[in-house]
């Protein structure tokens, strides 16, 4: 299994720094998220997202919040789509490729998944209730030629991709539009993202905005840098 990735690319496209006054201070705050209820600590987690995705010095993802969130950018500060303009392409080789907007795809069969969230670096969030679109529905619509093996996600971070054998998509894995009965959040990488219930968190694209097929797995973001291509959890 990997070690822990690299600091976020936001340490160099971000130069805002982050005072010991500031540090201190969500030290502190950290440390009630682990003595108090999950609620509080959901809180926590969202009042830290920003500052997470923005700090330059890497350390704020360490903080200890509890069972919780944290929040990792390889592309620094990532602008938020609206849900008026956000679009997801289903590309590469399908017979039938689409672009979907966010009211297209909420008008899909929804489908709901509640399963813990494991990141790679050894936290766990418990019992997460996602919902969305399967995966394998949006992959019948756009019907795979018989080329295709795999597929290849884009972000619209211009920066992160990652991969899925059809095999693989075709598990407990969602084109995820709500998140604990909500809306995905900005920070959690909405408002569409992937959720691949059977892997760790780095196969879960965030900021979603392509689903192309290929002829063959390619390394994504991670892997390129070590990651297993696979992302299994417990493998």
Same mark, same amino acid.
């Given at each position: ?13 971000d ?15 950290g ?32 903080i ?36 979907? @907007? #966010?009211?297209?795809? $909420?008008s899909?069969?929804?489908? %709901?998944? *509640?399963?813990?969230?494991?990141? =790679? /670096? ?42 899925? @054998? #059809?095999?693989?998509? $075709?598990?407990?894995?969602?084109? %995820?539009? *709500?998140?604990?009965?909500?809306? =995905? /959040?900005h ?49």
């Amino acid at each position: 299994m990997p070690g822990r990735p690299e600091r976020p690319r936001s340490a160099e496209l971000d130069g805002t720094p982050v005072g010991r006054r500031v540090v201190l201070g969500l030290l502190g705050l950290g440390a009630v998220g682990v003595v108090t209820g999950s609620t509080v600590q959901q809180g926590l987690s969202r009042a830290l997202a920003p500052v997470q995705m923005r700090d330059p010095t890497g350390l704020s993802q360490y903080i200890p919040i509890g069972n919780t969130f944290r929040y990792y950018s390889v592309a620094g500060a990532i602008d938020s789509v609206d849900a008026a303009s956000y679009s997801l392409a289903v590309s590469g080789l399908v017979a039938t490729p689409t672009t979907y @907007t #966010l009211a297209d795809l $909420r008008s899909l069969p929804q489908a %709901a998944i *509640t399963e813990d969230f494991h990141c =790679v /670096t050894g936290w766990r969030v418990e019992d997460v209730p996602w919902t969305g679109v399967r995966l394998a529905h949006l992959l019948d619509l756009a019907s795979p030629s018989p080329e295709a093996v795999a597929i290849r996600f884009r972000s619209f971070d211009g920066v992160y991709t990652e991969n899925m @054998t #059809l095999e693989q998509a $075709r598990d407990d894995v969602l084109v %995820a539009l *709500t998140m604990y009965g909500e809306p =995905v /959040t900005h920070y959690h990488g909405g408002p569409v993202r992937i959720y691949a219930a059977p892997m760790y968190g780095y196969k879960s694209t965030k900021w979603l905005s392509e689903i192309e097929l290929t002829d063959r797995t390619i390394p994504g973001y991670w892997e390129d840098r070590g990651y297993p291509l696979d992302g299994i959890i417990g493998e």
